[in-house]
């Protein structure tokens, strides 16, 4: 199981930067992704990484505000900027061999979620 932190409260036009830490299990995974959920909403992913085959892939939503790092200490850091009223979620790490990178299904590792409130 993966493990988040870095969430927390910031005002619009913050910055906060979200962890990933993996256990050595998941080393072996193509691709690390974050995903973040609102209540009655479907989780969206909103940035992906591939190291291996170097793809990286944004939501149109955080193009241009938000960076996600292959980090080699931990799975994956997402580099939150500009931070907006609209990126309040859960937010979550998952890691998995690869496919639609922006789907949840093709993860198979997930973290428990850290939570971002931009207010």
């Known amino acids: 199981q993966l493990v988040e932190s870095g969430g927390g409260s910031v005002q619009p036009g913050g910055s906060l930067r979200l962890s990933c830490v993996a256990p050595?299990?998941?080393?072996?995974?193509?691709?690390a992704g974050w995903f973040r959920q609102v209540p009655g909403k479907e989780r969206e992913g909103i940035a992906a990484i591939c190291t291996g085959v170097g793809i990286t892939y944004y939501d149109d939503s955080v193009k241009d505000r938000f960076t996600i790092q292959d980090n080699p200490e931990h799975a994956v850091d997402l580099q939150m900027n500009s931070l907006k009223p609209e990126d309040t979620a859960m937010y979550y790490c998952a890691a998995g061999p690869g496919g639609l990178v922006s789907v949840a299904a093709s993860y198979k590792y997930w973290g428990q979620g850290t939570q971002v409130t931009v207010s």
């Open positions: 050595e299990y998941t080393f072996s995974s193509k691709c």
